[in-house]
C-alpha cells in the first residue's frame, strides 16, 4: 500500500443508508472526513446528513472522482459491494461489514489480485489517521496525532491501545484494525511496509492475537525489512488448546505455533519488543 | 460449526463421496445387524481413543456394547446417537483434507500416505499441500494418485479430488477432513471418517442446515472453575487481553467472554447468571470499550444484574466509547464508580 492512499480527499460510504451506515456518516462527517457521496441501490436521489446518495459507484463517478470507500453494506451482499469498488478503480476500500461468508472473502481476494485496489477489513473497525481523516468506526476522539503507527487484528483492542498510548502521552499517525476474520484485504506485512515507508511514522505497534500464523511471517518481514523499532503484543496467553475464543480468527488449534506464547518467542527472537498485555506493551514504548 | 460425523458423511454422499454403508442408532431404534463398527457421535476428537469406537462381532453383544457407548462421555460431551457402519476389510488408511490457506486466500488439498489416529505425530513438512482450484481437480488427482502410490486408483481419485471440491465450496466448508480415507480389499475407495466444519456466517443461504450442536459457546468459555476472577468484555481481542492482563496481575481469571457488538441488555444479564455459578469469584472485571455496543445498555444491564443477584461479587467497570457518558451517569445514580481502563481496575483490584 503506497502512503498516498491514506490521504486522498474525496471518500464515498456504500451502503449509506442503513443505521450503522447513518450513524457512522455522522461521526466521520464530524471528524472531517470528506465525504462526497454514497450509494444504496434503489435510494438514488435521496440523501444522508446532506450527503447525497446514488444507486451505484458508476453513477457517482459521473460527478465525482473517488479516493476511498467505506462500506457497511449488509454480509448477503457485501461482496457485491468490494467487487463494484474494485471494478471502479477505487485506490483504498475499507469494509466494515462483519460476518461476510469466508469464500466470499476468497473470491475477493482472487479478484483483488493485480487490481488498482487495496482492501482493509472486512470486520474491522477501519483507518483513523488522527487529525487528518477517520474511515470507519474508531472512537477518534481517544487518539492525538503523532508518530506511532498501531495496526492490529482486533477492533477493541485497537481502541484499549489508542487509548492508553493517548494517556501516556504518545501521539499516533496510523491507527489500522485489520480484521480478525480468517481470510481479509490487507495483512500486517502491508500494513508495515507502510509504516516503514512514512517518514513521519518513528515507531510501529503490532497488536495480534491466537490463531493462524500471520504474526509469524510479520516477524520475518520485520527482520529483513523494518528499520523502525517495533513493539508487540499477541492477545489469547490464557486461551485453553483446542478452543474457539469468540470471533473465526481467533481459533487455538493444536499446532503449537499458533499459541500466544509461542508466536510471542518468535517475535522476541527476532529483535521485537513483546509484553504479555497491552497495559505491559504501552509501558514498553514508554 | 463442527458437525458429527453421521451428519459429515450424509453430505459427503450429496456430492458423491463414497462412504461406508451405515445406520443412524438412537436409544429405544431396533439393534443394527453385527458384525457391524459402533461410533459414539460426538464434537470432540480423541473419540477412538477413548473407547468411543467398537467393532461388533457377535449380535449378542450389539445391546450391551451400544448401551455403553451411549452412557460414555468423551471429553465432557455424551452422545446421542451412533453411527452404525459396515466392518471395511481395510488395505491401507491414508489422509486426505481440503481446508483454507489463511495467508494465500486459497483451497488447499492436503494428504498423507499414512492416515488414522496417529496423523497429528507426522511432522508437518511430511504432508503434501497443493492449491485446489476448479480447474486442477484432474491434474491433482494424478499426482495424488503418485503420491499414494495408487496408480490403478487414479480415475477415483481424480474424481473424488473434483468431488471434494464442489462439496467444499457449495457446502460453504471451511474444513473437510477424511481421515483415514480407507482403500479396501476390494480395492473401494471409502472415506472412513470424517470432520467438518461449516462457516456460520453462511447460514442465511444454507436453509437445510439443521445439525445437533454441541453446547459449546465460543463467545463464554471457562477458563478455571476454581478461578477468583470473572471477565466481561467485548471483541475476542479484548476479552483475551482483559483475562491476560488478570493472569499477568498474579490472579486466577475464571472464564472469557465476549459479549459481541450486537449484546442486549437481557444478554448481558444471562451473563452474570453465568458467573455466578463460579463458587470462588469474588470479583468482576467489566471491560467495554463501545464501538457498536452501548456503554449506556451495558450499565442498564449492570444495574439489573444488581437487583436480580444479592451476592453479586465486587465490580470492577470500565466503559469507554459510545454513549460512556451516558451510562457514567446512570451508574452514578447507584454509587457505582467507573474506572478510566483497565490497569486501574486492576490496581484496584490487587492492592485496594
Keep these: 500500500m503506497d502512503k498516498s492512499i491514506f490521504t486522498g480527499k474525496n471518500v464515498i460510504i456504500q451502503g449509506i443508508t442503513g443505521k450503522n451506515g447513518q450513524f457512522h456518516t455522522r461521526n466521520m462527517l464530524a471528524y472531517g472526513t470528506h465525504i462526497v457521496a454514497g450509494t444504496s441501490p434503489g435510494k438514488g436521489g435521496t440523501a444522508v446528513e446532506d450527503i447525497p446518495v446514488y444507486n451505484t459507484i458508476a453513477d457517482i463517478q459521473k460527478d465525482h472522482s473517488i479516493d476511498a470507500s467505506v462500506i457497511f453494506v449488509p454480509a448477503p451482499h457485501a461482496r457485491g459491494a468490494i467487487f463494484e469498488a474494485i471494478e471502479a478503480k477505487i485506490p483504498l476500500i475499507v469494509c466494515i461489514t462483519e460476518h461476510i461468508p469466508v469464500h466470499d472473502m476468497i473470491a475477493v481476494r482472487a479478484r483483488l489480485k493485480g487490481s488498482k485496489s487495496s482492501l482493509i477489513g472486512p470486520n474491522c473497525p477501519g483507518v483513523l489517521t488522527p487529525g487528518n481523516q477517520l474511515l470507519g468506526i474508531i472512537p477518534a476522539a481517544l487518539s492525538t496525532p503523532g508518530d506511532i503507527a498501531v495496526v492490529s487484528r482486533s477492533g477493541t483492542l485497537t481502541y484499549e491501545a489508542m487509548d492508553l498510548l493517548t494517556k501516556a502521552g504518545y501521539g499516533q499517525k496510523y491507527i489500522i484494525g485489520i480484521g480478525g476474520d480468517m481470510v481479509r484485504g490487507s495483512g500486517f506485512i502491508d500494513c508495515l511496509a507502510l509504516f516503514e515507508s512514512d517518514p513521519e511514522v518513528k515507531r510501529i505497534v503490532m497488536i495480534g492475537e491466537i490463531g493462524g500464523t500471520d504474526e509469524i511471517a510479520a516477524a520475518d518481514y520485520i527482520c529483513r525489512s523494518i528499520t523502525k523499532p517495533v513493539y508487540a503484543y499477541i492477545a489469547g496467553h490464557s486461551a485453553p488448546v483446542g478452543v474457539q475464543m469468540g470471533h473465526a480468527g481467533a481459533i487455538l488449534g493444536t499446532n503449537n505455533l499458533e499459541s500466544a506464547a509461542s508466536k510471542t518467542a518468535y517475535l522476541k527472537k527476532a529483535g521485537i519488543t513483546t509484553a504479555d498485555s497491552i497495559t505491559e506493551l504501552v509501558k514498553r514504548v514508554q | ?352
Excluded at chain 2, 119 to 136: G, Q
Excluded at chain 2, 232 to 250: F, K, P, R, W
Excluded at chain 2, 330 to 350: I, S
Aim: glycine fraction near 8%; proline fraction near 4%.
Design chain 2, 1 to 352: 460449526m463442527n458437525l458429527l460425523e453421521y451428519e459429515a458423511k450424509g453430505i459427503l454422499r450429496e456430492f458423491n463421496i463414497p462412504t461406508p454403508n451405515g445406520i443412524i442408532y438412537r436409544s429405544g431404534d431396533a439393534f443394527p445387524k453385527a458384525p457391524i463398527v459402533l461410533k459414539s457421535q460426538v464434537h470432540t476428537g480423541g473419540r477412538g481413543k477413548a473407547g468411543g469406537v467398537v467393532v461388533v462381532r457377535d449380535q449378542q453383544e450389539v445391546e450391551h456394547v451400544s448401551r455403553d457407548i451411549l452412557r460414555l462421555e468423551i471429553k465432557g460431551e455424551k452422545p446421542q446417537t451412533l453411527l452404525a457402519e459396515e466392518v471395511l476389510d481395510i488395505a491401507h488408511e491414508y489422509y486426505l483434507s481440503v481446508l483454507i490457506d489463511r495467508s494465500s486466500a486459497q483451497i488447499e488439498l492436503v494428504a498423507h500416505r499414512e492416515g488414522g489416529i496417529e496423523v497429528e505425530s507426522h511432522d508437518a513438512s511430511e504432508f503434501l499441500r497443493k492449491p485446489l482450484t476448479s480447474a486442477n481437480a484432474n491434474e491433482l488427482g494424478e499426482t495424488l494418485a503418485e503420491y499414494y502410490d495408487l496408480p490403478s486408483q487414479t480415475f477415483a481419485l481424480q474424481e473424488l479430488v473434483a468431488n471434494l471440491y464442489t462439496c467444499f465450496t457449495k457446502s460453504d466448508a471451511i474444513l473437510l477432513e477424511i481421515n483415514p480415507l480407507v482403500v479396501t480389499r476390494d480395492e473401494r475407495l471409502v472415506a472412513g471418517d470424517c470432520k467438518m466444519t461449516l462457516d456460520t456466517d453462511a447460514s442465511y443461504r444454507h436453509p437445510e442446515w439443521q445439525f445437533e450442536q454441541s453446547a459449546a459457546d465460543a463467545n463464554f468459555v471457562t477458563l478455571n472453575q476454581h478461578g477468583t476472577v470473572a471477565t466481561i468484555a467485548n471483541g475476542a481481542g479484548l476479552a483475551m487481553a482483559t483475562v491476560d492482563a488478570v493472569t499477568e496481575a498474579g490472579l486466577t481469571p475464571a472464564n472469557f467472554l465476549d459479549i459481541g457488538g450486537g449484546a442486549s441488555v437481557e444478554g448481558i444479564v444471562a451473563s452474570f447468571q453465568k458467573i455466578m455459578e463460579f463458587p470462588k469469584v469474588n470479583a468482576i472485571i467489566i471491560n467495554i470499550f463501545g464501538g457498536i455496543v452501548r456503554c449506556d445498555d451495558v450499565a442498564t444491564a449492570i444495574l439489573a444484574a444488581k437487583q436480580q443477584f444479592h451476592h453479586l461479587p465486587q465490580l470492577y467497570v470500565r466503559l469507554s466509547g459510545n454513549r460512556s457518558s451516558e451510562a457514567t451517569e446512570l451508574l452514578a445514580k447507584e454509587q457505582l464508580a467507573l474506572y478510566p481502563d483497565l490497569p486501574a481496575c486492576l490496581a484496584e483490584l490487587v492492592h485496594g
